[in-house]
């Protein structure tokens, strides 16, 4: 019951702000589509038995050919109880090889981690450093990043992920981590799923607010953080990359930013590339902690994250499009979109000429296509042939506001996109193909299947941007 109350309180809370940032209309119909997807979320996290642990410690047991991972936790007055946990997580990993590195930048008078530390001197993958002062969290968090890639210990370390000191993580994330490294030959950046925890009298655990993500996304990471936890690293990519303090409150989310543009501009990848070499798990492999004050819980805490995630936006943009500044007449322009900590960037779409000189890795746009209800029909889909926010009404922003966001996708219905003008004459040819198989359903989305496929294989992307 306390659990409900303090969700109750959290939600009426943000409706306030919703109300007071867009209007009645709006708010309404946010209201009434968190009710709904509320009723119909049934989620429960279930822990991995102690079977299944012991076959992946034994799997895992022999270090060759398996990563070194290190977590780098910056730590800073922590809940004792909460950074109990959170140390306690990792050293219950059924994945042995693994090195943690704790920055402390705790007051001189608070000597909790230190303490618990303390307790773990016996174990050798655990390397605590006292940083003496607070440099925030990108300084405090680079600070352990410098020593990870310092360590040359039992072979240094291959990937770096990040942990916060109140956090905890399933027994399995690491092993899953590793599996996959080696199974996709070393990409250069992983991430997985997600999910929220909180204890309303630290006995009894509730795990909710599932947050199940997408393969990478181009354009959907510009509107959003949506990889953040839990994220590696490959080592090489952060001996020039570091947390950058003037983004403090969306440091990860610009951190992850630089890695992409560092992936096109260093690498030589083109933004349909990515996804080959930044791969995503779809396991929850972390429990957000949701607590007083905690972001997780109260994301009006952070206000001061929401414009430093808008500048970080701002400036990949800006890099993308070789500008130094954004200015109000010209395109893209980026801005916070009417959910908090989403922004909106407007590529100029109603101006196809220019958008597609803009944006040479697009081959097609699409928009909303509604029914006579209001609803979207069947015309967009990811590459299983699911379609994507089919039935969901116009006012509503679908699940984690994606409706509402703009991004790519790798498949639409051929009758309502527009393509860039070297592309027409391939669509004239599958649009008569289509018209052809006028009643037959199957055969026309085989068709747009067809007409993606030939657009990936050029390099081309799909946009979906609900503007269009």
Not at 25 to 37: C, M, P, S, W
Not at 83 to 90: K, N, P, Q, T
Not at 259 to 265: Q, R
Request: with cysteine.
């Amino acid at each position: 019951m306390i659990g409900m109350k303090k969700r109750f309180q959290s939600d009426l809370a943000k409706t306030m702000k919703y109300l007071k940032r867009n209007g009645f209309r709006d708010t309404f119909f946010a209201a009434v589509e968190r009710l709904g997807a509320r009723a119909n979320n049934h989620y429960s996290y279930v822990m991995p038995d102690d079977g299944e642990l012991a076959k992946q410690r034994k799997e895992t047991a022999d270090a060759e050919g398996w990563p070194s991972i290190t977590i780098v936790m910056p730590a800073y007055n922590p809940d004792e109880h909460f950074f109990r946990e959170a140390l306690g997580s990792v050293l219950r990993q059924s994945y042995p090889h693994w090195k943690l590195v704790i920055a402390d930048a705790s007051d001189s008078d608070n000597d909790i981690v230190r303490r618990w530390a303390d307790k773990c001197t016996s174990e050798p993958r655990i390397r605590y450093v006292e940083l003496g002062s607070n440099m925030g969290i990108s300084g405090n968090t680079n600070a352990g990043v410098e020593m990870a890639l310092d360590d040359t210990t039992g072979g240094g370390c291959d990937y770096i992920g990040f942990m916060d000191h109140d956090d905890v993580l399933p027994p399995d994330a690491l092993y899953h981590m590793a599996k996959t490294i080696v199974s996709r030959d070393n990409p250069m950046m992983l991430y997985s799923d997600e999910d929220k925890l909180s204890e309303d009298d630290r006995h009894v655990k509730s795990y909710f607010d599932p947050h199940r993500k997408y393969e990478f996304n181009f354009d959907l990471l510009m509107t959003n953080n949506y990889i953040c936890h839990l994220m590696l690293v490959r080592k090489d990519m952060l001996k020039t990359i570091k947390f950058r303090p003037a983004y403090d409150g969306a440091q990860d989310y610009d951190l992850v930013l630089q890695l992409v543009i560092s992936l096109i501009s260093d690498y030589g990848l083109q933004p349909y590339e990515l996804s080959d070499y930044i791969v995503h798990i779809p396991r929850v492999l972390y429990h957000w902690r949701s607590h007083r004050g905690s972001t997780a819980a109260n994301t009006s805490s952070k206000e001061y994250a929401y414009e430093a995630g808008l500048k970080a936006v701002t400036d990949m943009v800006n890099t993308l499009c070789r500008r130094n500044m954004s200015t109000d007449s010209d395109y893209p322009r980026v801005s916070h979109s009417k959910h908090r900590g989403f922004y909106d960037v407007d590529w100029g779409v109603g101006d196809y000429k220019s958008f597609f000189a803009l944006r040479p890795d697009v081959g097609a746009v699409i928009g909303r296509v509604l029914d006579s209800r209001g609803r979207m029909t069947e015309c967009i889909a990811d590459k299983a042939g699911k379609w994507l926010y089919a039935g969901t009404p116009k006012n509503y922003a679908g699940e984690l506001n994606r409706f509402d966001c703009t991004q790519d996708v790798y498949m639409a219905d051929i009758d309502h996109v527009t393509v860039r003008p070297e592309l027409a004459e391939l669509l004239s040819e599958a649009k008569a193909t289509k018209a052809a198989k006028a009643g037959e359903d199957a055969g026309k989305a085989d068709i747009d299947r067809a007409f993606a496929e030939e657009l990936h294989r050029q390099g081309y992307l799909i946009l979906y941007d609900p503007r269009a």
